[in-house]
């Protein structure tokens, strides 16, 4: 069942607190007759590209009608980096950034938007209107939830919709129960709000014991750690990893393939990273990433302890790259760390979204890691085998050639623990950025269940 929390009326996402990415932030302002300017810029910019102009009425308390900005993601072309940080201090929110093209995902208000228009850069709107793409969603998960109250899904119906996380994690104990003799529920940490790191731990009948003596005569088990949900409204990467589980235990009676690697393999598999953020993404703010250390949250991706302070981390609270006050400051990123440290894992994969990107080692430096050759080529056997079900390409890069970032988890695998490690940001390539359309759960499930199963067959002996 779908809740929400009771919100005031009125609140719009300029209430919310002003996101960037690096830097100071200062609150936007809006009167009314600079918005209803704006409104009136962007409505001739996006009549001018042929986009439709949403513009949602809010009631104030004296009863009159006003408009809330309405906030549009755009995939902007700066010229140089000049350009690049102009953009930043007046975006919003931003989205995405790849530094090789060069191109930066923004969520910008209309007055953003007319500024935009007059320096003459290219760019595009990826969704005219943020906050009308979650209201339609939510409106959706609403109505699944009255129809689903009735008539509970089936298991092959669970996957076609998104699920909170009571729901995952509803899901991982069922999965346990229904093959007890293949996985079992653990609880890796606690967040800051006191919500469990709920993992599935796929072990398959040999018991467990990553190093003992599976059912596969022929080679050591090995054992891979899979998570996903470190950013709070990246939903398809919980879903994609919960069905990743799914397919692994409801197939290992049928499937061959999934059999080996079951047998073969034992995968902890751990959907919501964040479950504070994740929460709040559901039921207050769509669009929040962090967790919820106090007002701003913390980047738990930029909270572990390798390289951590470094470029492409923020010191400023409010900033979306927000490092926090210390290495490991967060529980969510200690509990994961202490998982990893806790016994050897082979391999990990940290899943996003959104981008198609098939990202290595290292994240927080462009110095080719040593083992470059090999993290790359297990890139692109995971790259082949995603294009092999449905035709999507995702590019394969190391991750500061992309943007650097440091104090993430993939390089913490990699540099303390030896792990291969690997981000992958799933669909969209851009689109509709962090709300992808419930039908592509399943292929995308598809994508990352083949990048797994083909980064557990790539792995040196
Ligand atoms: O910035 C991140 O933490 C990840 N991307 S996301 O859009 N999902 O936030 C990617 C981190 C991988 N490393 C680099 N891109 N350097
Ligand atoms: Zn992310």
Known sequence: MM????EDPTRTRRDAPPWRWLGTPSPPRYGRWTALFGLVMLAGLLVLIGGRVPTPALSTEDGMATHAPVLAAVRVTPRSEAERETVLTRAIDVWSEHVAEPTLDVVLDPEGLAWLHTQGLAWQVLVPDVEAV????????EAVAVAEAQRPPTPDQWFSEYRDLPAIHAYLEDLAALRP????VQTL???????????LRIHGQGGGQAGGQGESQHQPRRRMLIDSGLHAREWISMMVTTCVADRLVRGYADDPRLRRFVDEVELVVLP????DGYEHSWHRDRYWRKNRRDEHGVDLNRNFGLAWGGEGSSDKPASQVYRGSAPFSE???????SAMEAERFDAHVDFHSYGQLLLHPWSHTKKPAADHAYLHALAKD???????????????????SLYPAAGTLMDWAYGTRG???FVIELRPRGGTGFVLPPEQIRPTCDEGLAAVLALAEGLAP
């Open 189 to 199: 940490g606690t967040s800051l709000q006191g919500r469990p790191l709920l993992a």
């Open 134 to 141: 979650a209201a339609a969603e939510r409106e959706r998960l």
């Open 272 to 275: 919501v990273s964040n479950p």
């Open 331 to 337: 529980p969510e990123s200690q509990a994961i760390a």
């Open 382 to 400: 995971m790259g082949d085998a995603i294009r092999a079900q449905h035709g999507e390409r995702y590019r394969l890069i190391a991750g500061a």
């Open 3 to 6: 809740r929400r929390a009771p």
């Open 419 to 421: 792990t291969p490690s």
């Open 181 to 184: 003799d293949l996985a079992t």
